[in-house]
């Protein structure tokens, strides 16, 4: 559903003009509403600013533009931040934000500690109130609340209690679930909309609605019967237990080391470098690093549906290639031309790496890793060179990050790499099989005979027997009298739904005389030898069949009222769920047509917005349709629109099978056209190469070329192998990053100037103030590198300038773990290629005068006081960088900062034995 700017305007003249509200977060600041102006889209107000001495007073006002962004962004369920809407917009944005905040169907939540808005039509809160909220909360509710607080206190149950002490740390199971149900009743929390926390059921709303919670005013002060800290740890059990329903762990909960901080580092690391080297001893689990991210990162559904990429096994985002000690070229990789057909004709051997590029272009809006397994058992500059190469051609354009072609096909075989691609990459949403549907949906058909098949299943189904209908009426193996059978067999030429898995129907009777699959027990389906249902409609048969029924006679009810925004937000498999819709609408007023396979929906409105819904597809759809009679329309749409994608002009009447050509696989054709268009394939925006490396007697090492390129990591510690717990299991350490993984590892910067363009004024001032202080650093550390061949230069410069933005929060902390990734990883060599001169120790001024005989002796030890110095200049900690620090302040900086200085004192103990570096 869409806002606009004239409801925007009906909203907050809704507040009465003359009345005065504070700001979100500020009691101190006040905005009066002095006129809304319906004819020139105006708001006019006044600003008082009881914080200044004496308080200042301002007058403005919002023009047309301003209230269009704003109008435009607040889409159903969109959080958004007034700043960077209004981006440009003067210096009063969040009076707007204020006013909205206090209209009736305005929210406001945190995101990431970040203030935002929301509209959300179907709660409403009083006129002149502010509601605390979060986007999607109890929105689509799975289960009652009631019975989400049975099933939570039965998995509390289930958990060790590890012997944790402290407030509710082992406490009984009721006691968080008491707190989790009543603690947002008491007073201080008045302005948060929920009051039941068992309400709220998906992992990703909750996230959001904690923060909002923690932001509430009293929130570290609250004590009533439970405090703050007692809360904390409540939320924290229930966040786990979504995240577990949800078939990922939150790391935040792990017993193990790899806390959240692990993870923003590499994701910062991510972002500012999509190419990542992870060393260590064998053994250490870095290629599970790797499938992990990818699984935490990978979406748990599209359209309301499973995720076509999601599997617990390995995701489909993620691809592991273990390299070979004779790869001396690139055709292992990027593939080759070759003859030997047994045609005649040329034809390109596609690897699974150029496989794996051309998916990641199918699936743009999630993040593709690939693991080079054992990277340097071969010379990476060898096999790799094309990507190490055209990595570095990256840009912004048009807010997409570009590359120059990778792969490049030859004009010869080109026609028949389309073929190849579009006959082996897996299918997203259309197939040959699709196609096929919609050719036998589409066939001439009696308009009669499917009026009469229609009359009758309404006279064998009304309403009224929906509503009593019992689980065996509804599905039962064998029988062909069910309303399952009638909507799949009985009526398969008023719109298939042949085909895909039997769960469409919400549950299903199992054939006892089949091959009876075991299901999970923490999947999202459950089976018995009797039936099998998703997991969301219930935990036993009978829960699950009336949800399923409820929702059932709720899609009945709503076509036939003709309330199809009201079908669209019942959570219901797509395809049941409108032909449901289709059967039951007011057949004098026909607006859903009987085509139900979501990729020719999509596709029959190609020309309607991506986010638009199937509500609204279906009533354009039947907007053109105009008096034509709906099975008529159907065949003559599903007609035309297939010739023209498949290049054919047949009546669908053959039924021969036709021979593949790459426009059967039509969603694949925009990246086929591309691949076309560019004679090769470029890489992936949200392609993550990650290598493992292992430094031993049977690998090679990497060239500054390669080093150069990458964020490199050392993954050695090995302690937590000697605990050994439940939740130390791998893959709950390195498990799923919430709903956010995804945004997490978009890249958006490539550049320093990049930074410095940002649009957003507040963005930009904040990464240029990182920029001066990033550049100062790096200033003082060549200073030292000078006439070396470690000295760094534009690369790593942008590098750690994008590290330490896309990090935030500590600055000296984001720069001790860049400089280890990109200038430590770098240095090697003998005593004579790390010596240092009397002259160069002195200019950098970082011996402490006590110890005037203390020099560094060769560069490695001046690097580690010229780096604790400048960290200690960034942080504070050093006030005065022209002279050098005391003993004690270096103590405290070593003891604040310890990846470059540990890792520098290794180097120096390695050069005993007259050869020195970074890697093991």
């Not at 397994?373 to 354009?397: C, G, W």
């Not at 019942?570 to 990729?599: C, G, M, S, T």
């Not at 550390?781 to 896309?806: H, S």
């Amino acid at each position: 559903m869409a806002y606009s700017i004239q409801q925007l305007l009906a909203d907050v003249k809704s507040l009465g003009i003359g009345n005065s509200f504070p700001y979100v977060n500020s009691d101190q600041k006040i905005c009066k509403l002095d006129a809304v102006d319906d004819g020139q889209q105006r708001i006019s107000f006044t600003f008082t600013n009881n914080k200044t001495t004496p308080p200042t007073v301002e007058n403005g006002n919002f023009t047309q533009d301003k209230l269009l962004l704003v109008a435009n962004a607040l889409s159903e369920g969109n959080a958004i931040n007034i700043d960077a809407v209004l981006n440009g917009g003067g210096n009063k944005r969040a009076v707007l934000e204020s006013f909205l905040a206090h209209t009736e169907h305005v929210f406001v939540c945190y995101v990431n500690g970040a203030k935002h808005i929301f509209w959300s039509p179907q709660h409403l809160h009083a006129v002149g109130k502010m509601c605390y909220f979060a986007p999607g909360v109890a929105l689509e509710k799975y289960m009652p609340a009631s019975q989400m607080e049975t099933e939570f206190k039965q998995w509390l149950v289930q958990q060790p209690s590890r012997g944790q002490s402290g407030l509710f740390g082992s406490g009984p199971a009721s006691t968080y679930c008491s707190g989790l149900k009543t603690c947002l009743q008491d007073p201080v929390f008045e302005k948060v909309f929920v009051k039941n926390l068992f309400e709220v059921q998906d992992a990703a709303c909750f996230e959001v609605l904690v923060n909002t919670i923690k932001k509430v005013p009293g929130y570290n002060a609250y004590n009533h019967g439970w405090n703050s800290q007692a809360l904390n740890a409540a939320m924290d059990k229930y966040k786990k237990y979504l995240d577990t329903k949800a078939g990922v762990m939150s790391v935040a909960s792990s017993a193990t080391s790899a806390s959240s901080s692990v993870f923003d580092v590499f994701f910062a690391a991510i972002r500012t470098k999509p190419f990542i080297l992870l060393a260590g001893i064998s053994g250490t689990g870095k290629s599970r690093i790797v499938r992990q991210l990818a699984r935490g990162c990978c979406p748990e559904k599209k359209d309301g549906q499973p995720h076509p990429l999601r599997d617990e096994q390995k995701p489909g985002n993620y691809e592991l290639i273990p390299v070979r000690p004779n790869w001396h070229d690139s055709t292992e990789l990027m593939g080759y031309v070759t003859r030997i057909t047994g045609t005649g004709n040329p034809k390109y051997v596609l690897t699974p790496f150029v496989k794996f590029l051309v998916k990641a272009w199918l699936h743009k809006d999630v993040p593709f890793f690939l693991c080079l397994d054992e990277m340097n058992l071969a010379p990476v500059e060898q096999y790799f060179a094309e990507y190490l190469s055209k990595i570095e051609t990256r840009k912004l354009s048009g807010g997409d990050i570009v590359t120059d072609v990778l792969v490049e096909f030859p004009d010869e075989i080109l026609d028949s790499v389309l073929s190849e691609i579009s006959r082996e990459i897996p299918l997203v949403a259309m197939t040959k099989e699709t196609a096929g549907d919609a050719k036998s949906e589409a066939k001439k058909r009696d308009k009669d005979t499917l009026y009469k098949l229609w009359d009758d299943f309404l006279t064998d189904w009304p309403i009224s027997r929906l509503r009593e209908m019992g689980l065996e009426e509804y599905t039962k193996a064998g029988s062909t009298a069910t309303f399952t059978y009638a909507l799949e067999a009985k009526l398969a030429n008023l719109g298939s739904i042949w085909g895909g898995s039997a769960f469409k129907f919400g549950i299903f009777s199992r054939d006892p005389n089949g091959k009876l699959k075991d299901y999970n027990p923490n999947s999202k389906q459950i089976g018995t030898n009797e039936y099998a249902w998703y997991r969301k409609f219930g935990l036993t048969k009978d829960a699950a069949w009336n949800a399923v029924k409820e929702k059932i006679v709720s899609i009945a009810e709503a076509a036939a009222n003709g309330d199809f925004a009201a079908v669209e937000k019942i959570d219901f498999p797509h395809v049941v769920k409108w032909k449901v819709a289709f059967l039951y609408q007011d057949r004098k007023n026909i607006k859903i047509v009987d085509i139900f396979k979501k990729e020719w929906v999509v596709l029959l409105t190609s020309g309607m917005p991506r986010n638009a819904t199937f509500a609204e597809r279906y009533l354009k759809l039947n907007e053109d349709r105009k008096d034509m009679d709906v099975f008529e329309w159907d065949d003559k749409i599903l007609t035309k629109r297939r010739a023209e994608l498949l290049g054919s002009d047949d009546d669908f009447d053959s039924d021969e099978e036709e021979e593949s050509t790459p426009a059967d696989t039509l969603a694949q054709s925009p990246v086929l056209e591309m691949i076309k268009r560019d004679k090769g394939i470029r890489i992936p925006p949200n392609l993550v190469v990650m290598g493992t490396v292992n430094m031993d007697e049977t690998t090679c090492s990497f060239s500054r070329k390669v080093l150069d390129r990458a964020m490199s990591f050392e993954l050695n510690d090995v302690e937590d192998m000697y605990t050994i717990s439940e939740d130390g299991d791998p893959d709950v350490a390195w498990g799923a990053f919430n709903s956010g993984g995804v945004n997490r590892a978009k890249q958006m910067y490539v550049t320093a100037e990049n930074l410095y363009a940002e649009i957003d004024a507040t963005k930009k001032a904040t990464n240029m103030a990182i920029g001066e202080k990033v550049l100062a650093y790096l200033k003082a550390i060549n200073a030292v590198l000078d006439k070396t061949p470690f000295k760094v230069a534009y690369r790593t410069r942008n590098e750690m300038m994008l590290y330490c933005v896309e990090r935030g929060g500590d600055l000296a902390k984001a720069l001790d773990e860049v400089t280890s990734m990109k200038i430590l990883s770098r240095i090697e060599g003998d005593e004579n290629a790390v010596r240092v001169t009397n002259k160069l120790v002195e200019s950098a001024a970082v011996v402490p005068t006590p110890l005037p005989n203390n020099a560094p002796k060769n560069l490695i030890l001046l690097l580690k006081l010229v780096i604790l110095k400048q960290l200690g200049v960034v942080d504070g900690t050093v006030t005065n960088a022209a002279v050098a620090p005391s003993v004690q302040e270096y103590e405290t900086l070593e003891g604040k900062y310890k990846i470059c200085a540990a890792k520098l004192d290794e180097m120096n103990d390695r050069l005993l034995s007259g050869y020195t570096g970074f890697w093991r």
